[in-house]
């Protein structure tokens, strides 16, 4: 299943390596990055493939939450059919 | 793959701008559960709400955490029970109610409705006895919902419906005096009803309805407030646009969200409900809408205009963004349960008979209104009088949900909690309808032609 994946936070060194080595832990496979500094903040956004993952989307979805909030990110996962719906005709 | 700003856009609508489904309603028929035998009848309703709704607030929970949308209320309509209790031998229909609040406990939705009557024409046996124990069975219990039909276009209004809900309005108020009159909060009367309506309190589902079925109503005031910003000045055209945009986006949403739970729970999928719903949270309200628009406080000049357009530009975009739509589908403009209506109301900018202007153009009428405890029974009636009239003749749905707030005076507030908000008390006109009232009968359906 495809997902997004969205990380915001203060910038500063090794978000990325973080969140990426803590997707390949749960095998989540990273099909697209896309990155900036919006407003001073950290913003990145990640198609990812959840097939592989043997935890429930639901799971997952509470463990990024709470990886990133030790880490002062705001974590998320969501389905990517809630941007299609809203984006795309 | 999506736009960068695609995403941060939606992500930010959910988090700062209050954008969720309000409600998945599942709508359960009763109908193969009237038993002679009430005590039975009783048995086979809860046994049957428990199971078909038995992974309702599951499936919304799953949903909610894989598409990072919240839903805020999962909860279900039921046959209106007048029908269902109508063999059974009992008159006092406050047992059934109870049985409703415990499989809503049970299943663990928030809200149950279909407590309900259609009495637009006459009553029935069922129905007389169930709009008798209205008051008893709301005071009662804690989840359940009531509503009662007592107009329709085709039908007109039976003036002895309105009486009777005047008194029983009062009486239910009388009984949770202790608790501002709660019982109010959760009994509307209608003019049209629809059978498919997905938000309390005057969900219930209709005979016309199937077995079982999913509707479910989206929000977003806050959203279409936030789009309306970025085009400050611009003339109703560009107005209109934004908001069709913005309603499309939000309905899209909606109806992946009951696509999604219809597949899952193995329950067709009813309708989209386009309604802007406001909660009391600040930035989720519709009157900031209308007040985002260039009206000082809404209530003034120009507040009916604005809703009228509100209300069509959000259909006009919902409409294409849903494969079915129904429900009550506008703005709603309950006065407690929107911050800047509340603010308005205090201020006194906003009055009753403004309140009932605007329900010409919007769905769905007087909600959630407070007025003072000693206001008599014949002036609640006539002011629902006043509300189906404008649903009998405009061909609408219009409701009454009004609040006698037992002990309170114009000025005071009454909390009821949650997404019920507060209330301040707003005056009523002191000169008397009774001799009105005391008439009775039924007023005509009205002419289909000649229209001015």
Do not use: W
């Not at chain 2, 009495?119 to 709009?131: A, Y």
């Amino acid at each position: 299943m495809k997902a997004i994946v969205t990380v915001i936070g203060k910038d500063r060194v090794g978000i990325i390596a973080e969140v990426c080595a803590l997707l390949a832990k749960n095998d989540v496979n990273v099909l697209d990055i896309s990155q900036t500094i919006l407003k001073g903040y950290f913003t990145m956004v990640m198609m990812v493939d959840t097939s592989g993952c043997k935890m429930a989307f639901s799971e997952l979805s509470k463990l990024l939450q709470e990886e990133g909030e030790h880490t002062g990110l705001s974590v998320r996962i969501q389905r990517e059919d809630i941007f299609e719906a809203m984006h795309r005709i | 793959m999506f736009k960068r700003d695609e995403i941060l856009q939606t992500i930010e609508m959910i988090d700062q701008q209050h954008l969720d489904i309000r409600t998945i309603t599942m709508g359960i028929s009763l109908q193969d559960c009237a038993r002679e035998s009430a005590e039975n009848c009783c048995n086979k309703i809860y046994d049957k709400i428990t199971r078909c709704a038995e992974k309702l607030v599951k499936t919304g929970e799953d949903i909610e955490s894989e598409f990072g949308i919240p839903i805020v209320n999962k909860r279900i309509a039921v046959t209106p029970i007048a029908k269902v209790a109508a063999s059974s031998d009992t008159e006092d229909y406050t047992m059934f109610a109870e049985t409703l609040d415990r499989a809503a406990k049970e299943v663990g939705v928030n809200f149950i409705g279909g407590f309900s009557a259609l009495v637009h024409k006459g009553f029935t046996l069922g129905d007389i006895r169930l709009i008798n124990s209205i008051p008893t069975a709301l005071a009662a219990t804690e989840r359940v919902c009531s509503s009662v039909g007592v107009a329709t276009t085709r039908a007109g209004i039976n003036m002895d419906a309105v009486r009777l809900m005047g008194r029983q309005i009062v009486e239910a108020a009388r009984l949770t005096a202790d608790n501002g009159g709660m019982a109010c909060a959760k009994l509307v009367v209608f003019s049209n009803p629809v059978e498919d309506n997905p938000f309390m309190a005057g969900a219930y589902h209709g005979e016309g309805e199937p077995e079982c079925v999913i509707n479910v109503g989206v929000s977003g005031p806050g959203v279409v407030h936030h789009a309306l910003k970025a085009v400050r000045g611009e003339s109703f055209d560009v107005v209109a646009e934004t908001i069709k945009k913005t309603a499309f986006r939000i309905t899209r949403m909606g109806q992946l969200v009951a696509r999604e739970a219809s597949q899952r729970l193995g329950v067709p999928f009813g309708i989209v409900d386009l309604s802007l719903a406001p909660t009391p949270a600040v930035g989720d309200s519709v009157a900031e809408i209308l007040e985002e628009l260039g009206l000082e406080s809404v209530g003034t000049h120009g507040t009916t205009a604005a809703l009228a357009m509100l209300n069509d530009a959000v259909k006009k975009g919902g409409v294409m963004a849903s494969g079915h739509v129904g429900g009550l589908s506008g703005a709603f403009i309950p006065v407690s349960e929107d911050a800047n209506m509340i603010a308005a109301a205090e201020r006194g900018d906003l009055n009753l008979d403004k309140l009932e202007a605007m329900t010409c153009v919007c769905s769905v009428g007087l909600d959630m209104i407070a007025v003072p405890g000693d206001t008599p029974a014949e002036t609640i009636s006539a002011i629902i009088a006043d509300e189906a009239a404008i649903g009998m003749i405009n061909n609408k749905t219009t409701a009454v949900r009004i609040i006698p707030a037992p002990g309170k005076k114009v000025g005071d507030t009454v909390h009821f909690g949650g997404l019920l908000g507060s209330a301040p008390v707003m005056p009523v006109h002191d000169k008397s309808s009774a001799a009105f009232i005391a008439r009775g009968g039924r007023i005509p359906a009205p002419l289909h032609s000649l229209r001015n």
